[in-house]
Nanobody
C-alpha cells in the first residue's frame, strides 16, 4: 500500500511560479510511474503530466507544455511539478498518482494510488 502526500500549493499571481511536491510512503516508489492530474471547480479531473519509473520519459498535456516540468527523485521518494508562467486557468486542485505499470500514462484509470490533492490558485 502506497500513501501519497502533496504539498507546495498556494495562491500566486498570473505569471508566477510554484513547485509542487508529492512524497510517497510505502511501496517501491522507484518501480512506479508517477503522474500529476488536476481538477478545476465544476470540471472533470484532467491529466497534466507524467514521468516513467526511471524518469527517462515524460509526457504533458498540450496546455502546460513549455511551462510545467515534472521530475522525480527516487532516493527521496518524491515527484515534483515545477509550474512556471502560471495562468488563471491553471487554478485547480492538483493530485499526484502512482502507476504500477511504470510507463507514465495520461489515463487516470491506470493509476492505483492517489494523494488527497493540493490547491493551486492563480489570480489575474
Amino acid at each position: 500500500q502506497m500513501q501519497l502526500v502533496e504539498s507546495g500549493g498556494g495562491l500566486v499571481q498570473a505569471g508566477g511560479s510554484l513547485r509542487l511536491s508529492c512524497a510517497a510512503y510505502g511501496g517501491t516508489f522507484s518501480s512506479y510511474a508517477m503522474g500529476w492530474f488536476r481538477q478545476a471547480p465544476g470540471k472533470e479531473r484532467e491529466f497534466a503530466a507524467a514521468i516513467s519509473w526511471r524518469g527517462g520519459n515524460t509526457v504533458y498535456v498540450d496546455s502546460v507544455k513549455g511551462r510545467f516540468t515534472i521530475s522525480r527523485d527516487n532516493v527521496k521518494n518524491t515527484v515534483y511539478l515545477q509550474m512556471n508562467s502560471l495562468k488563471p486557468e491553471d487554478t485547480a486542485v492538483y493530485y499526484c498518482a502512482a502507476d504500477a505499470l511504470g510507463v507514465g500514462s495520461s489515463k487516470s484509470y491506470e493509476y492505483e494510488y492517489w494523494g488527497r490533492g493540493t490547491q493551486v490558485t492563480v489570480s489575474s
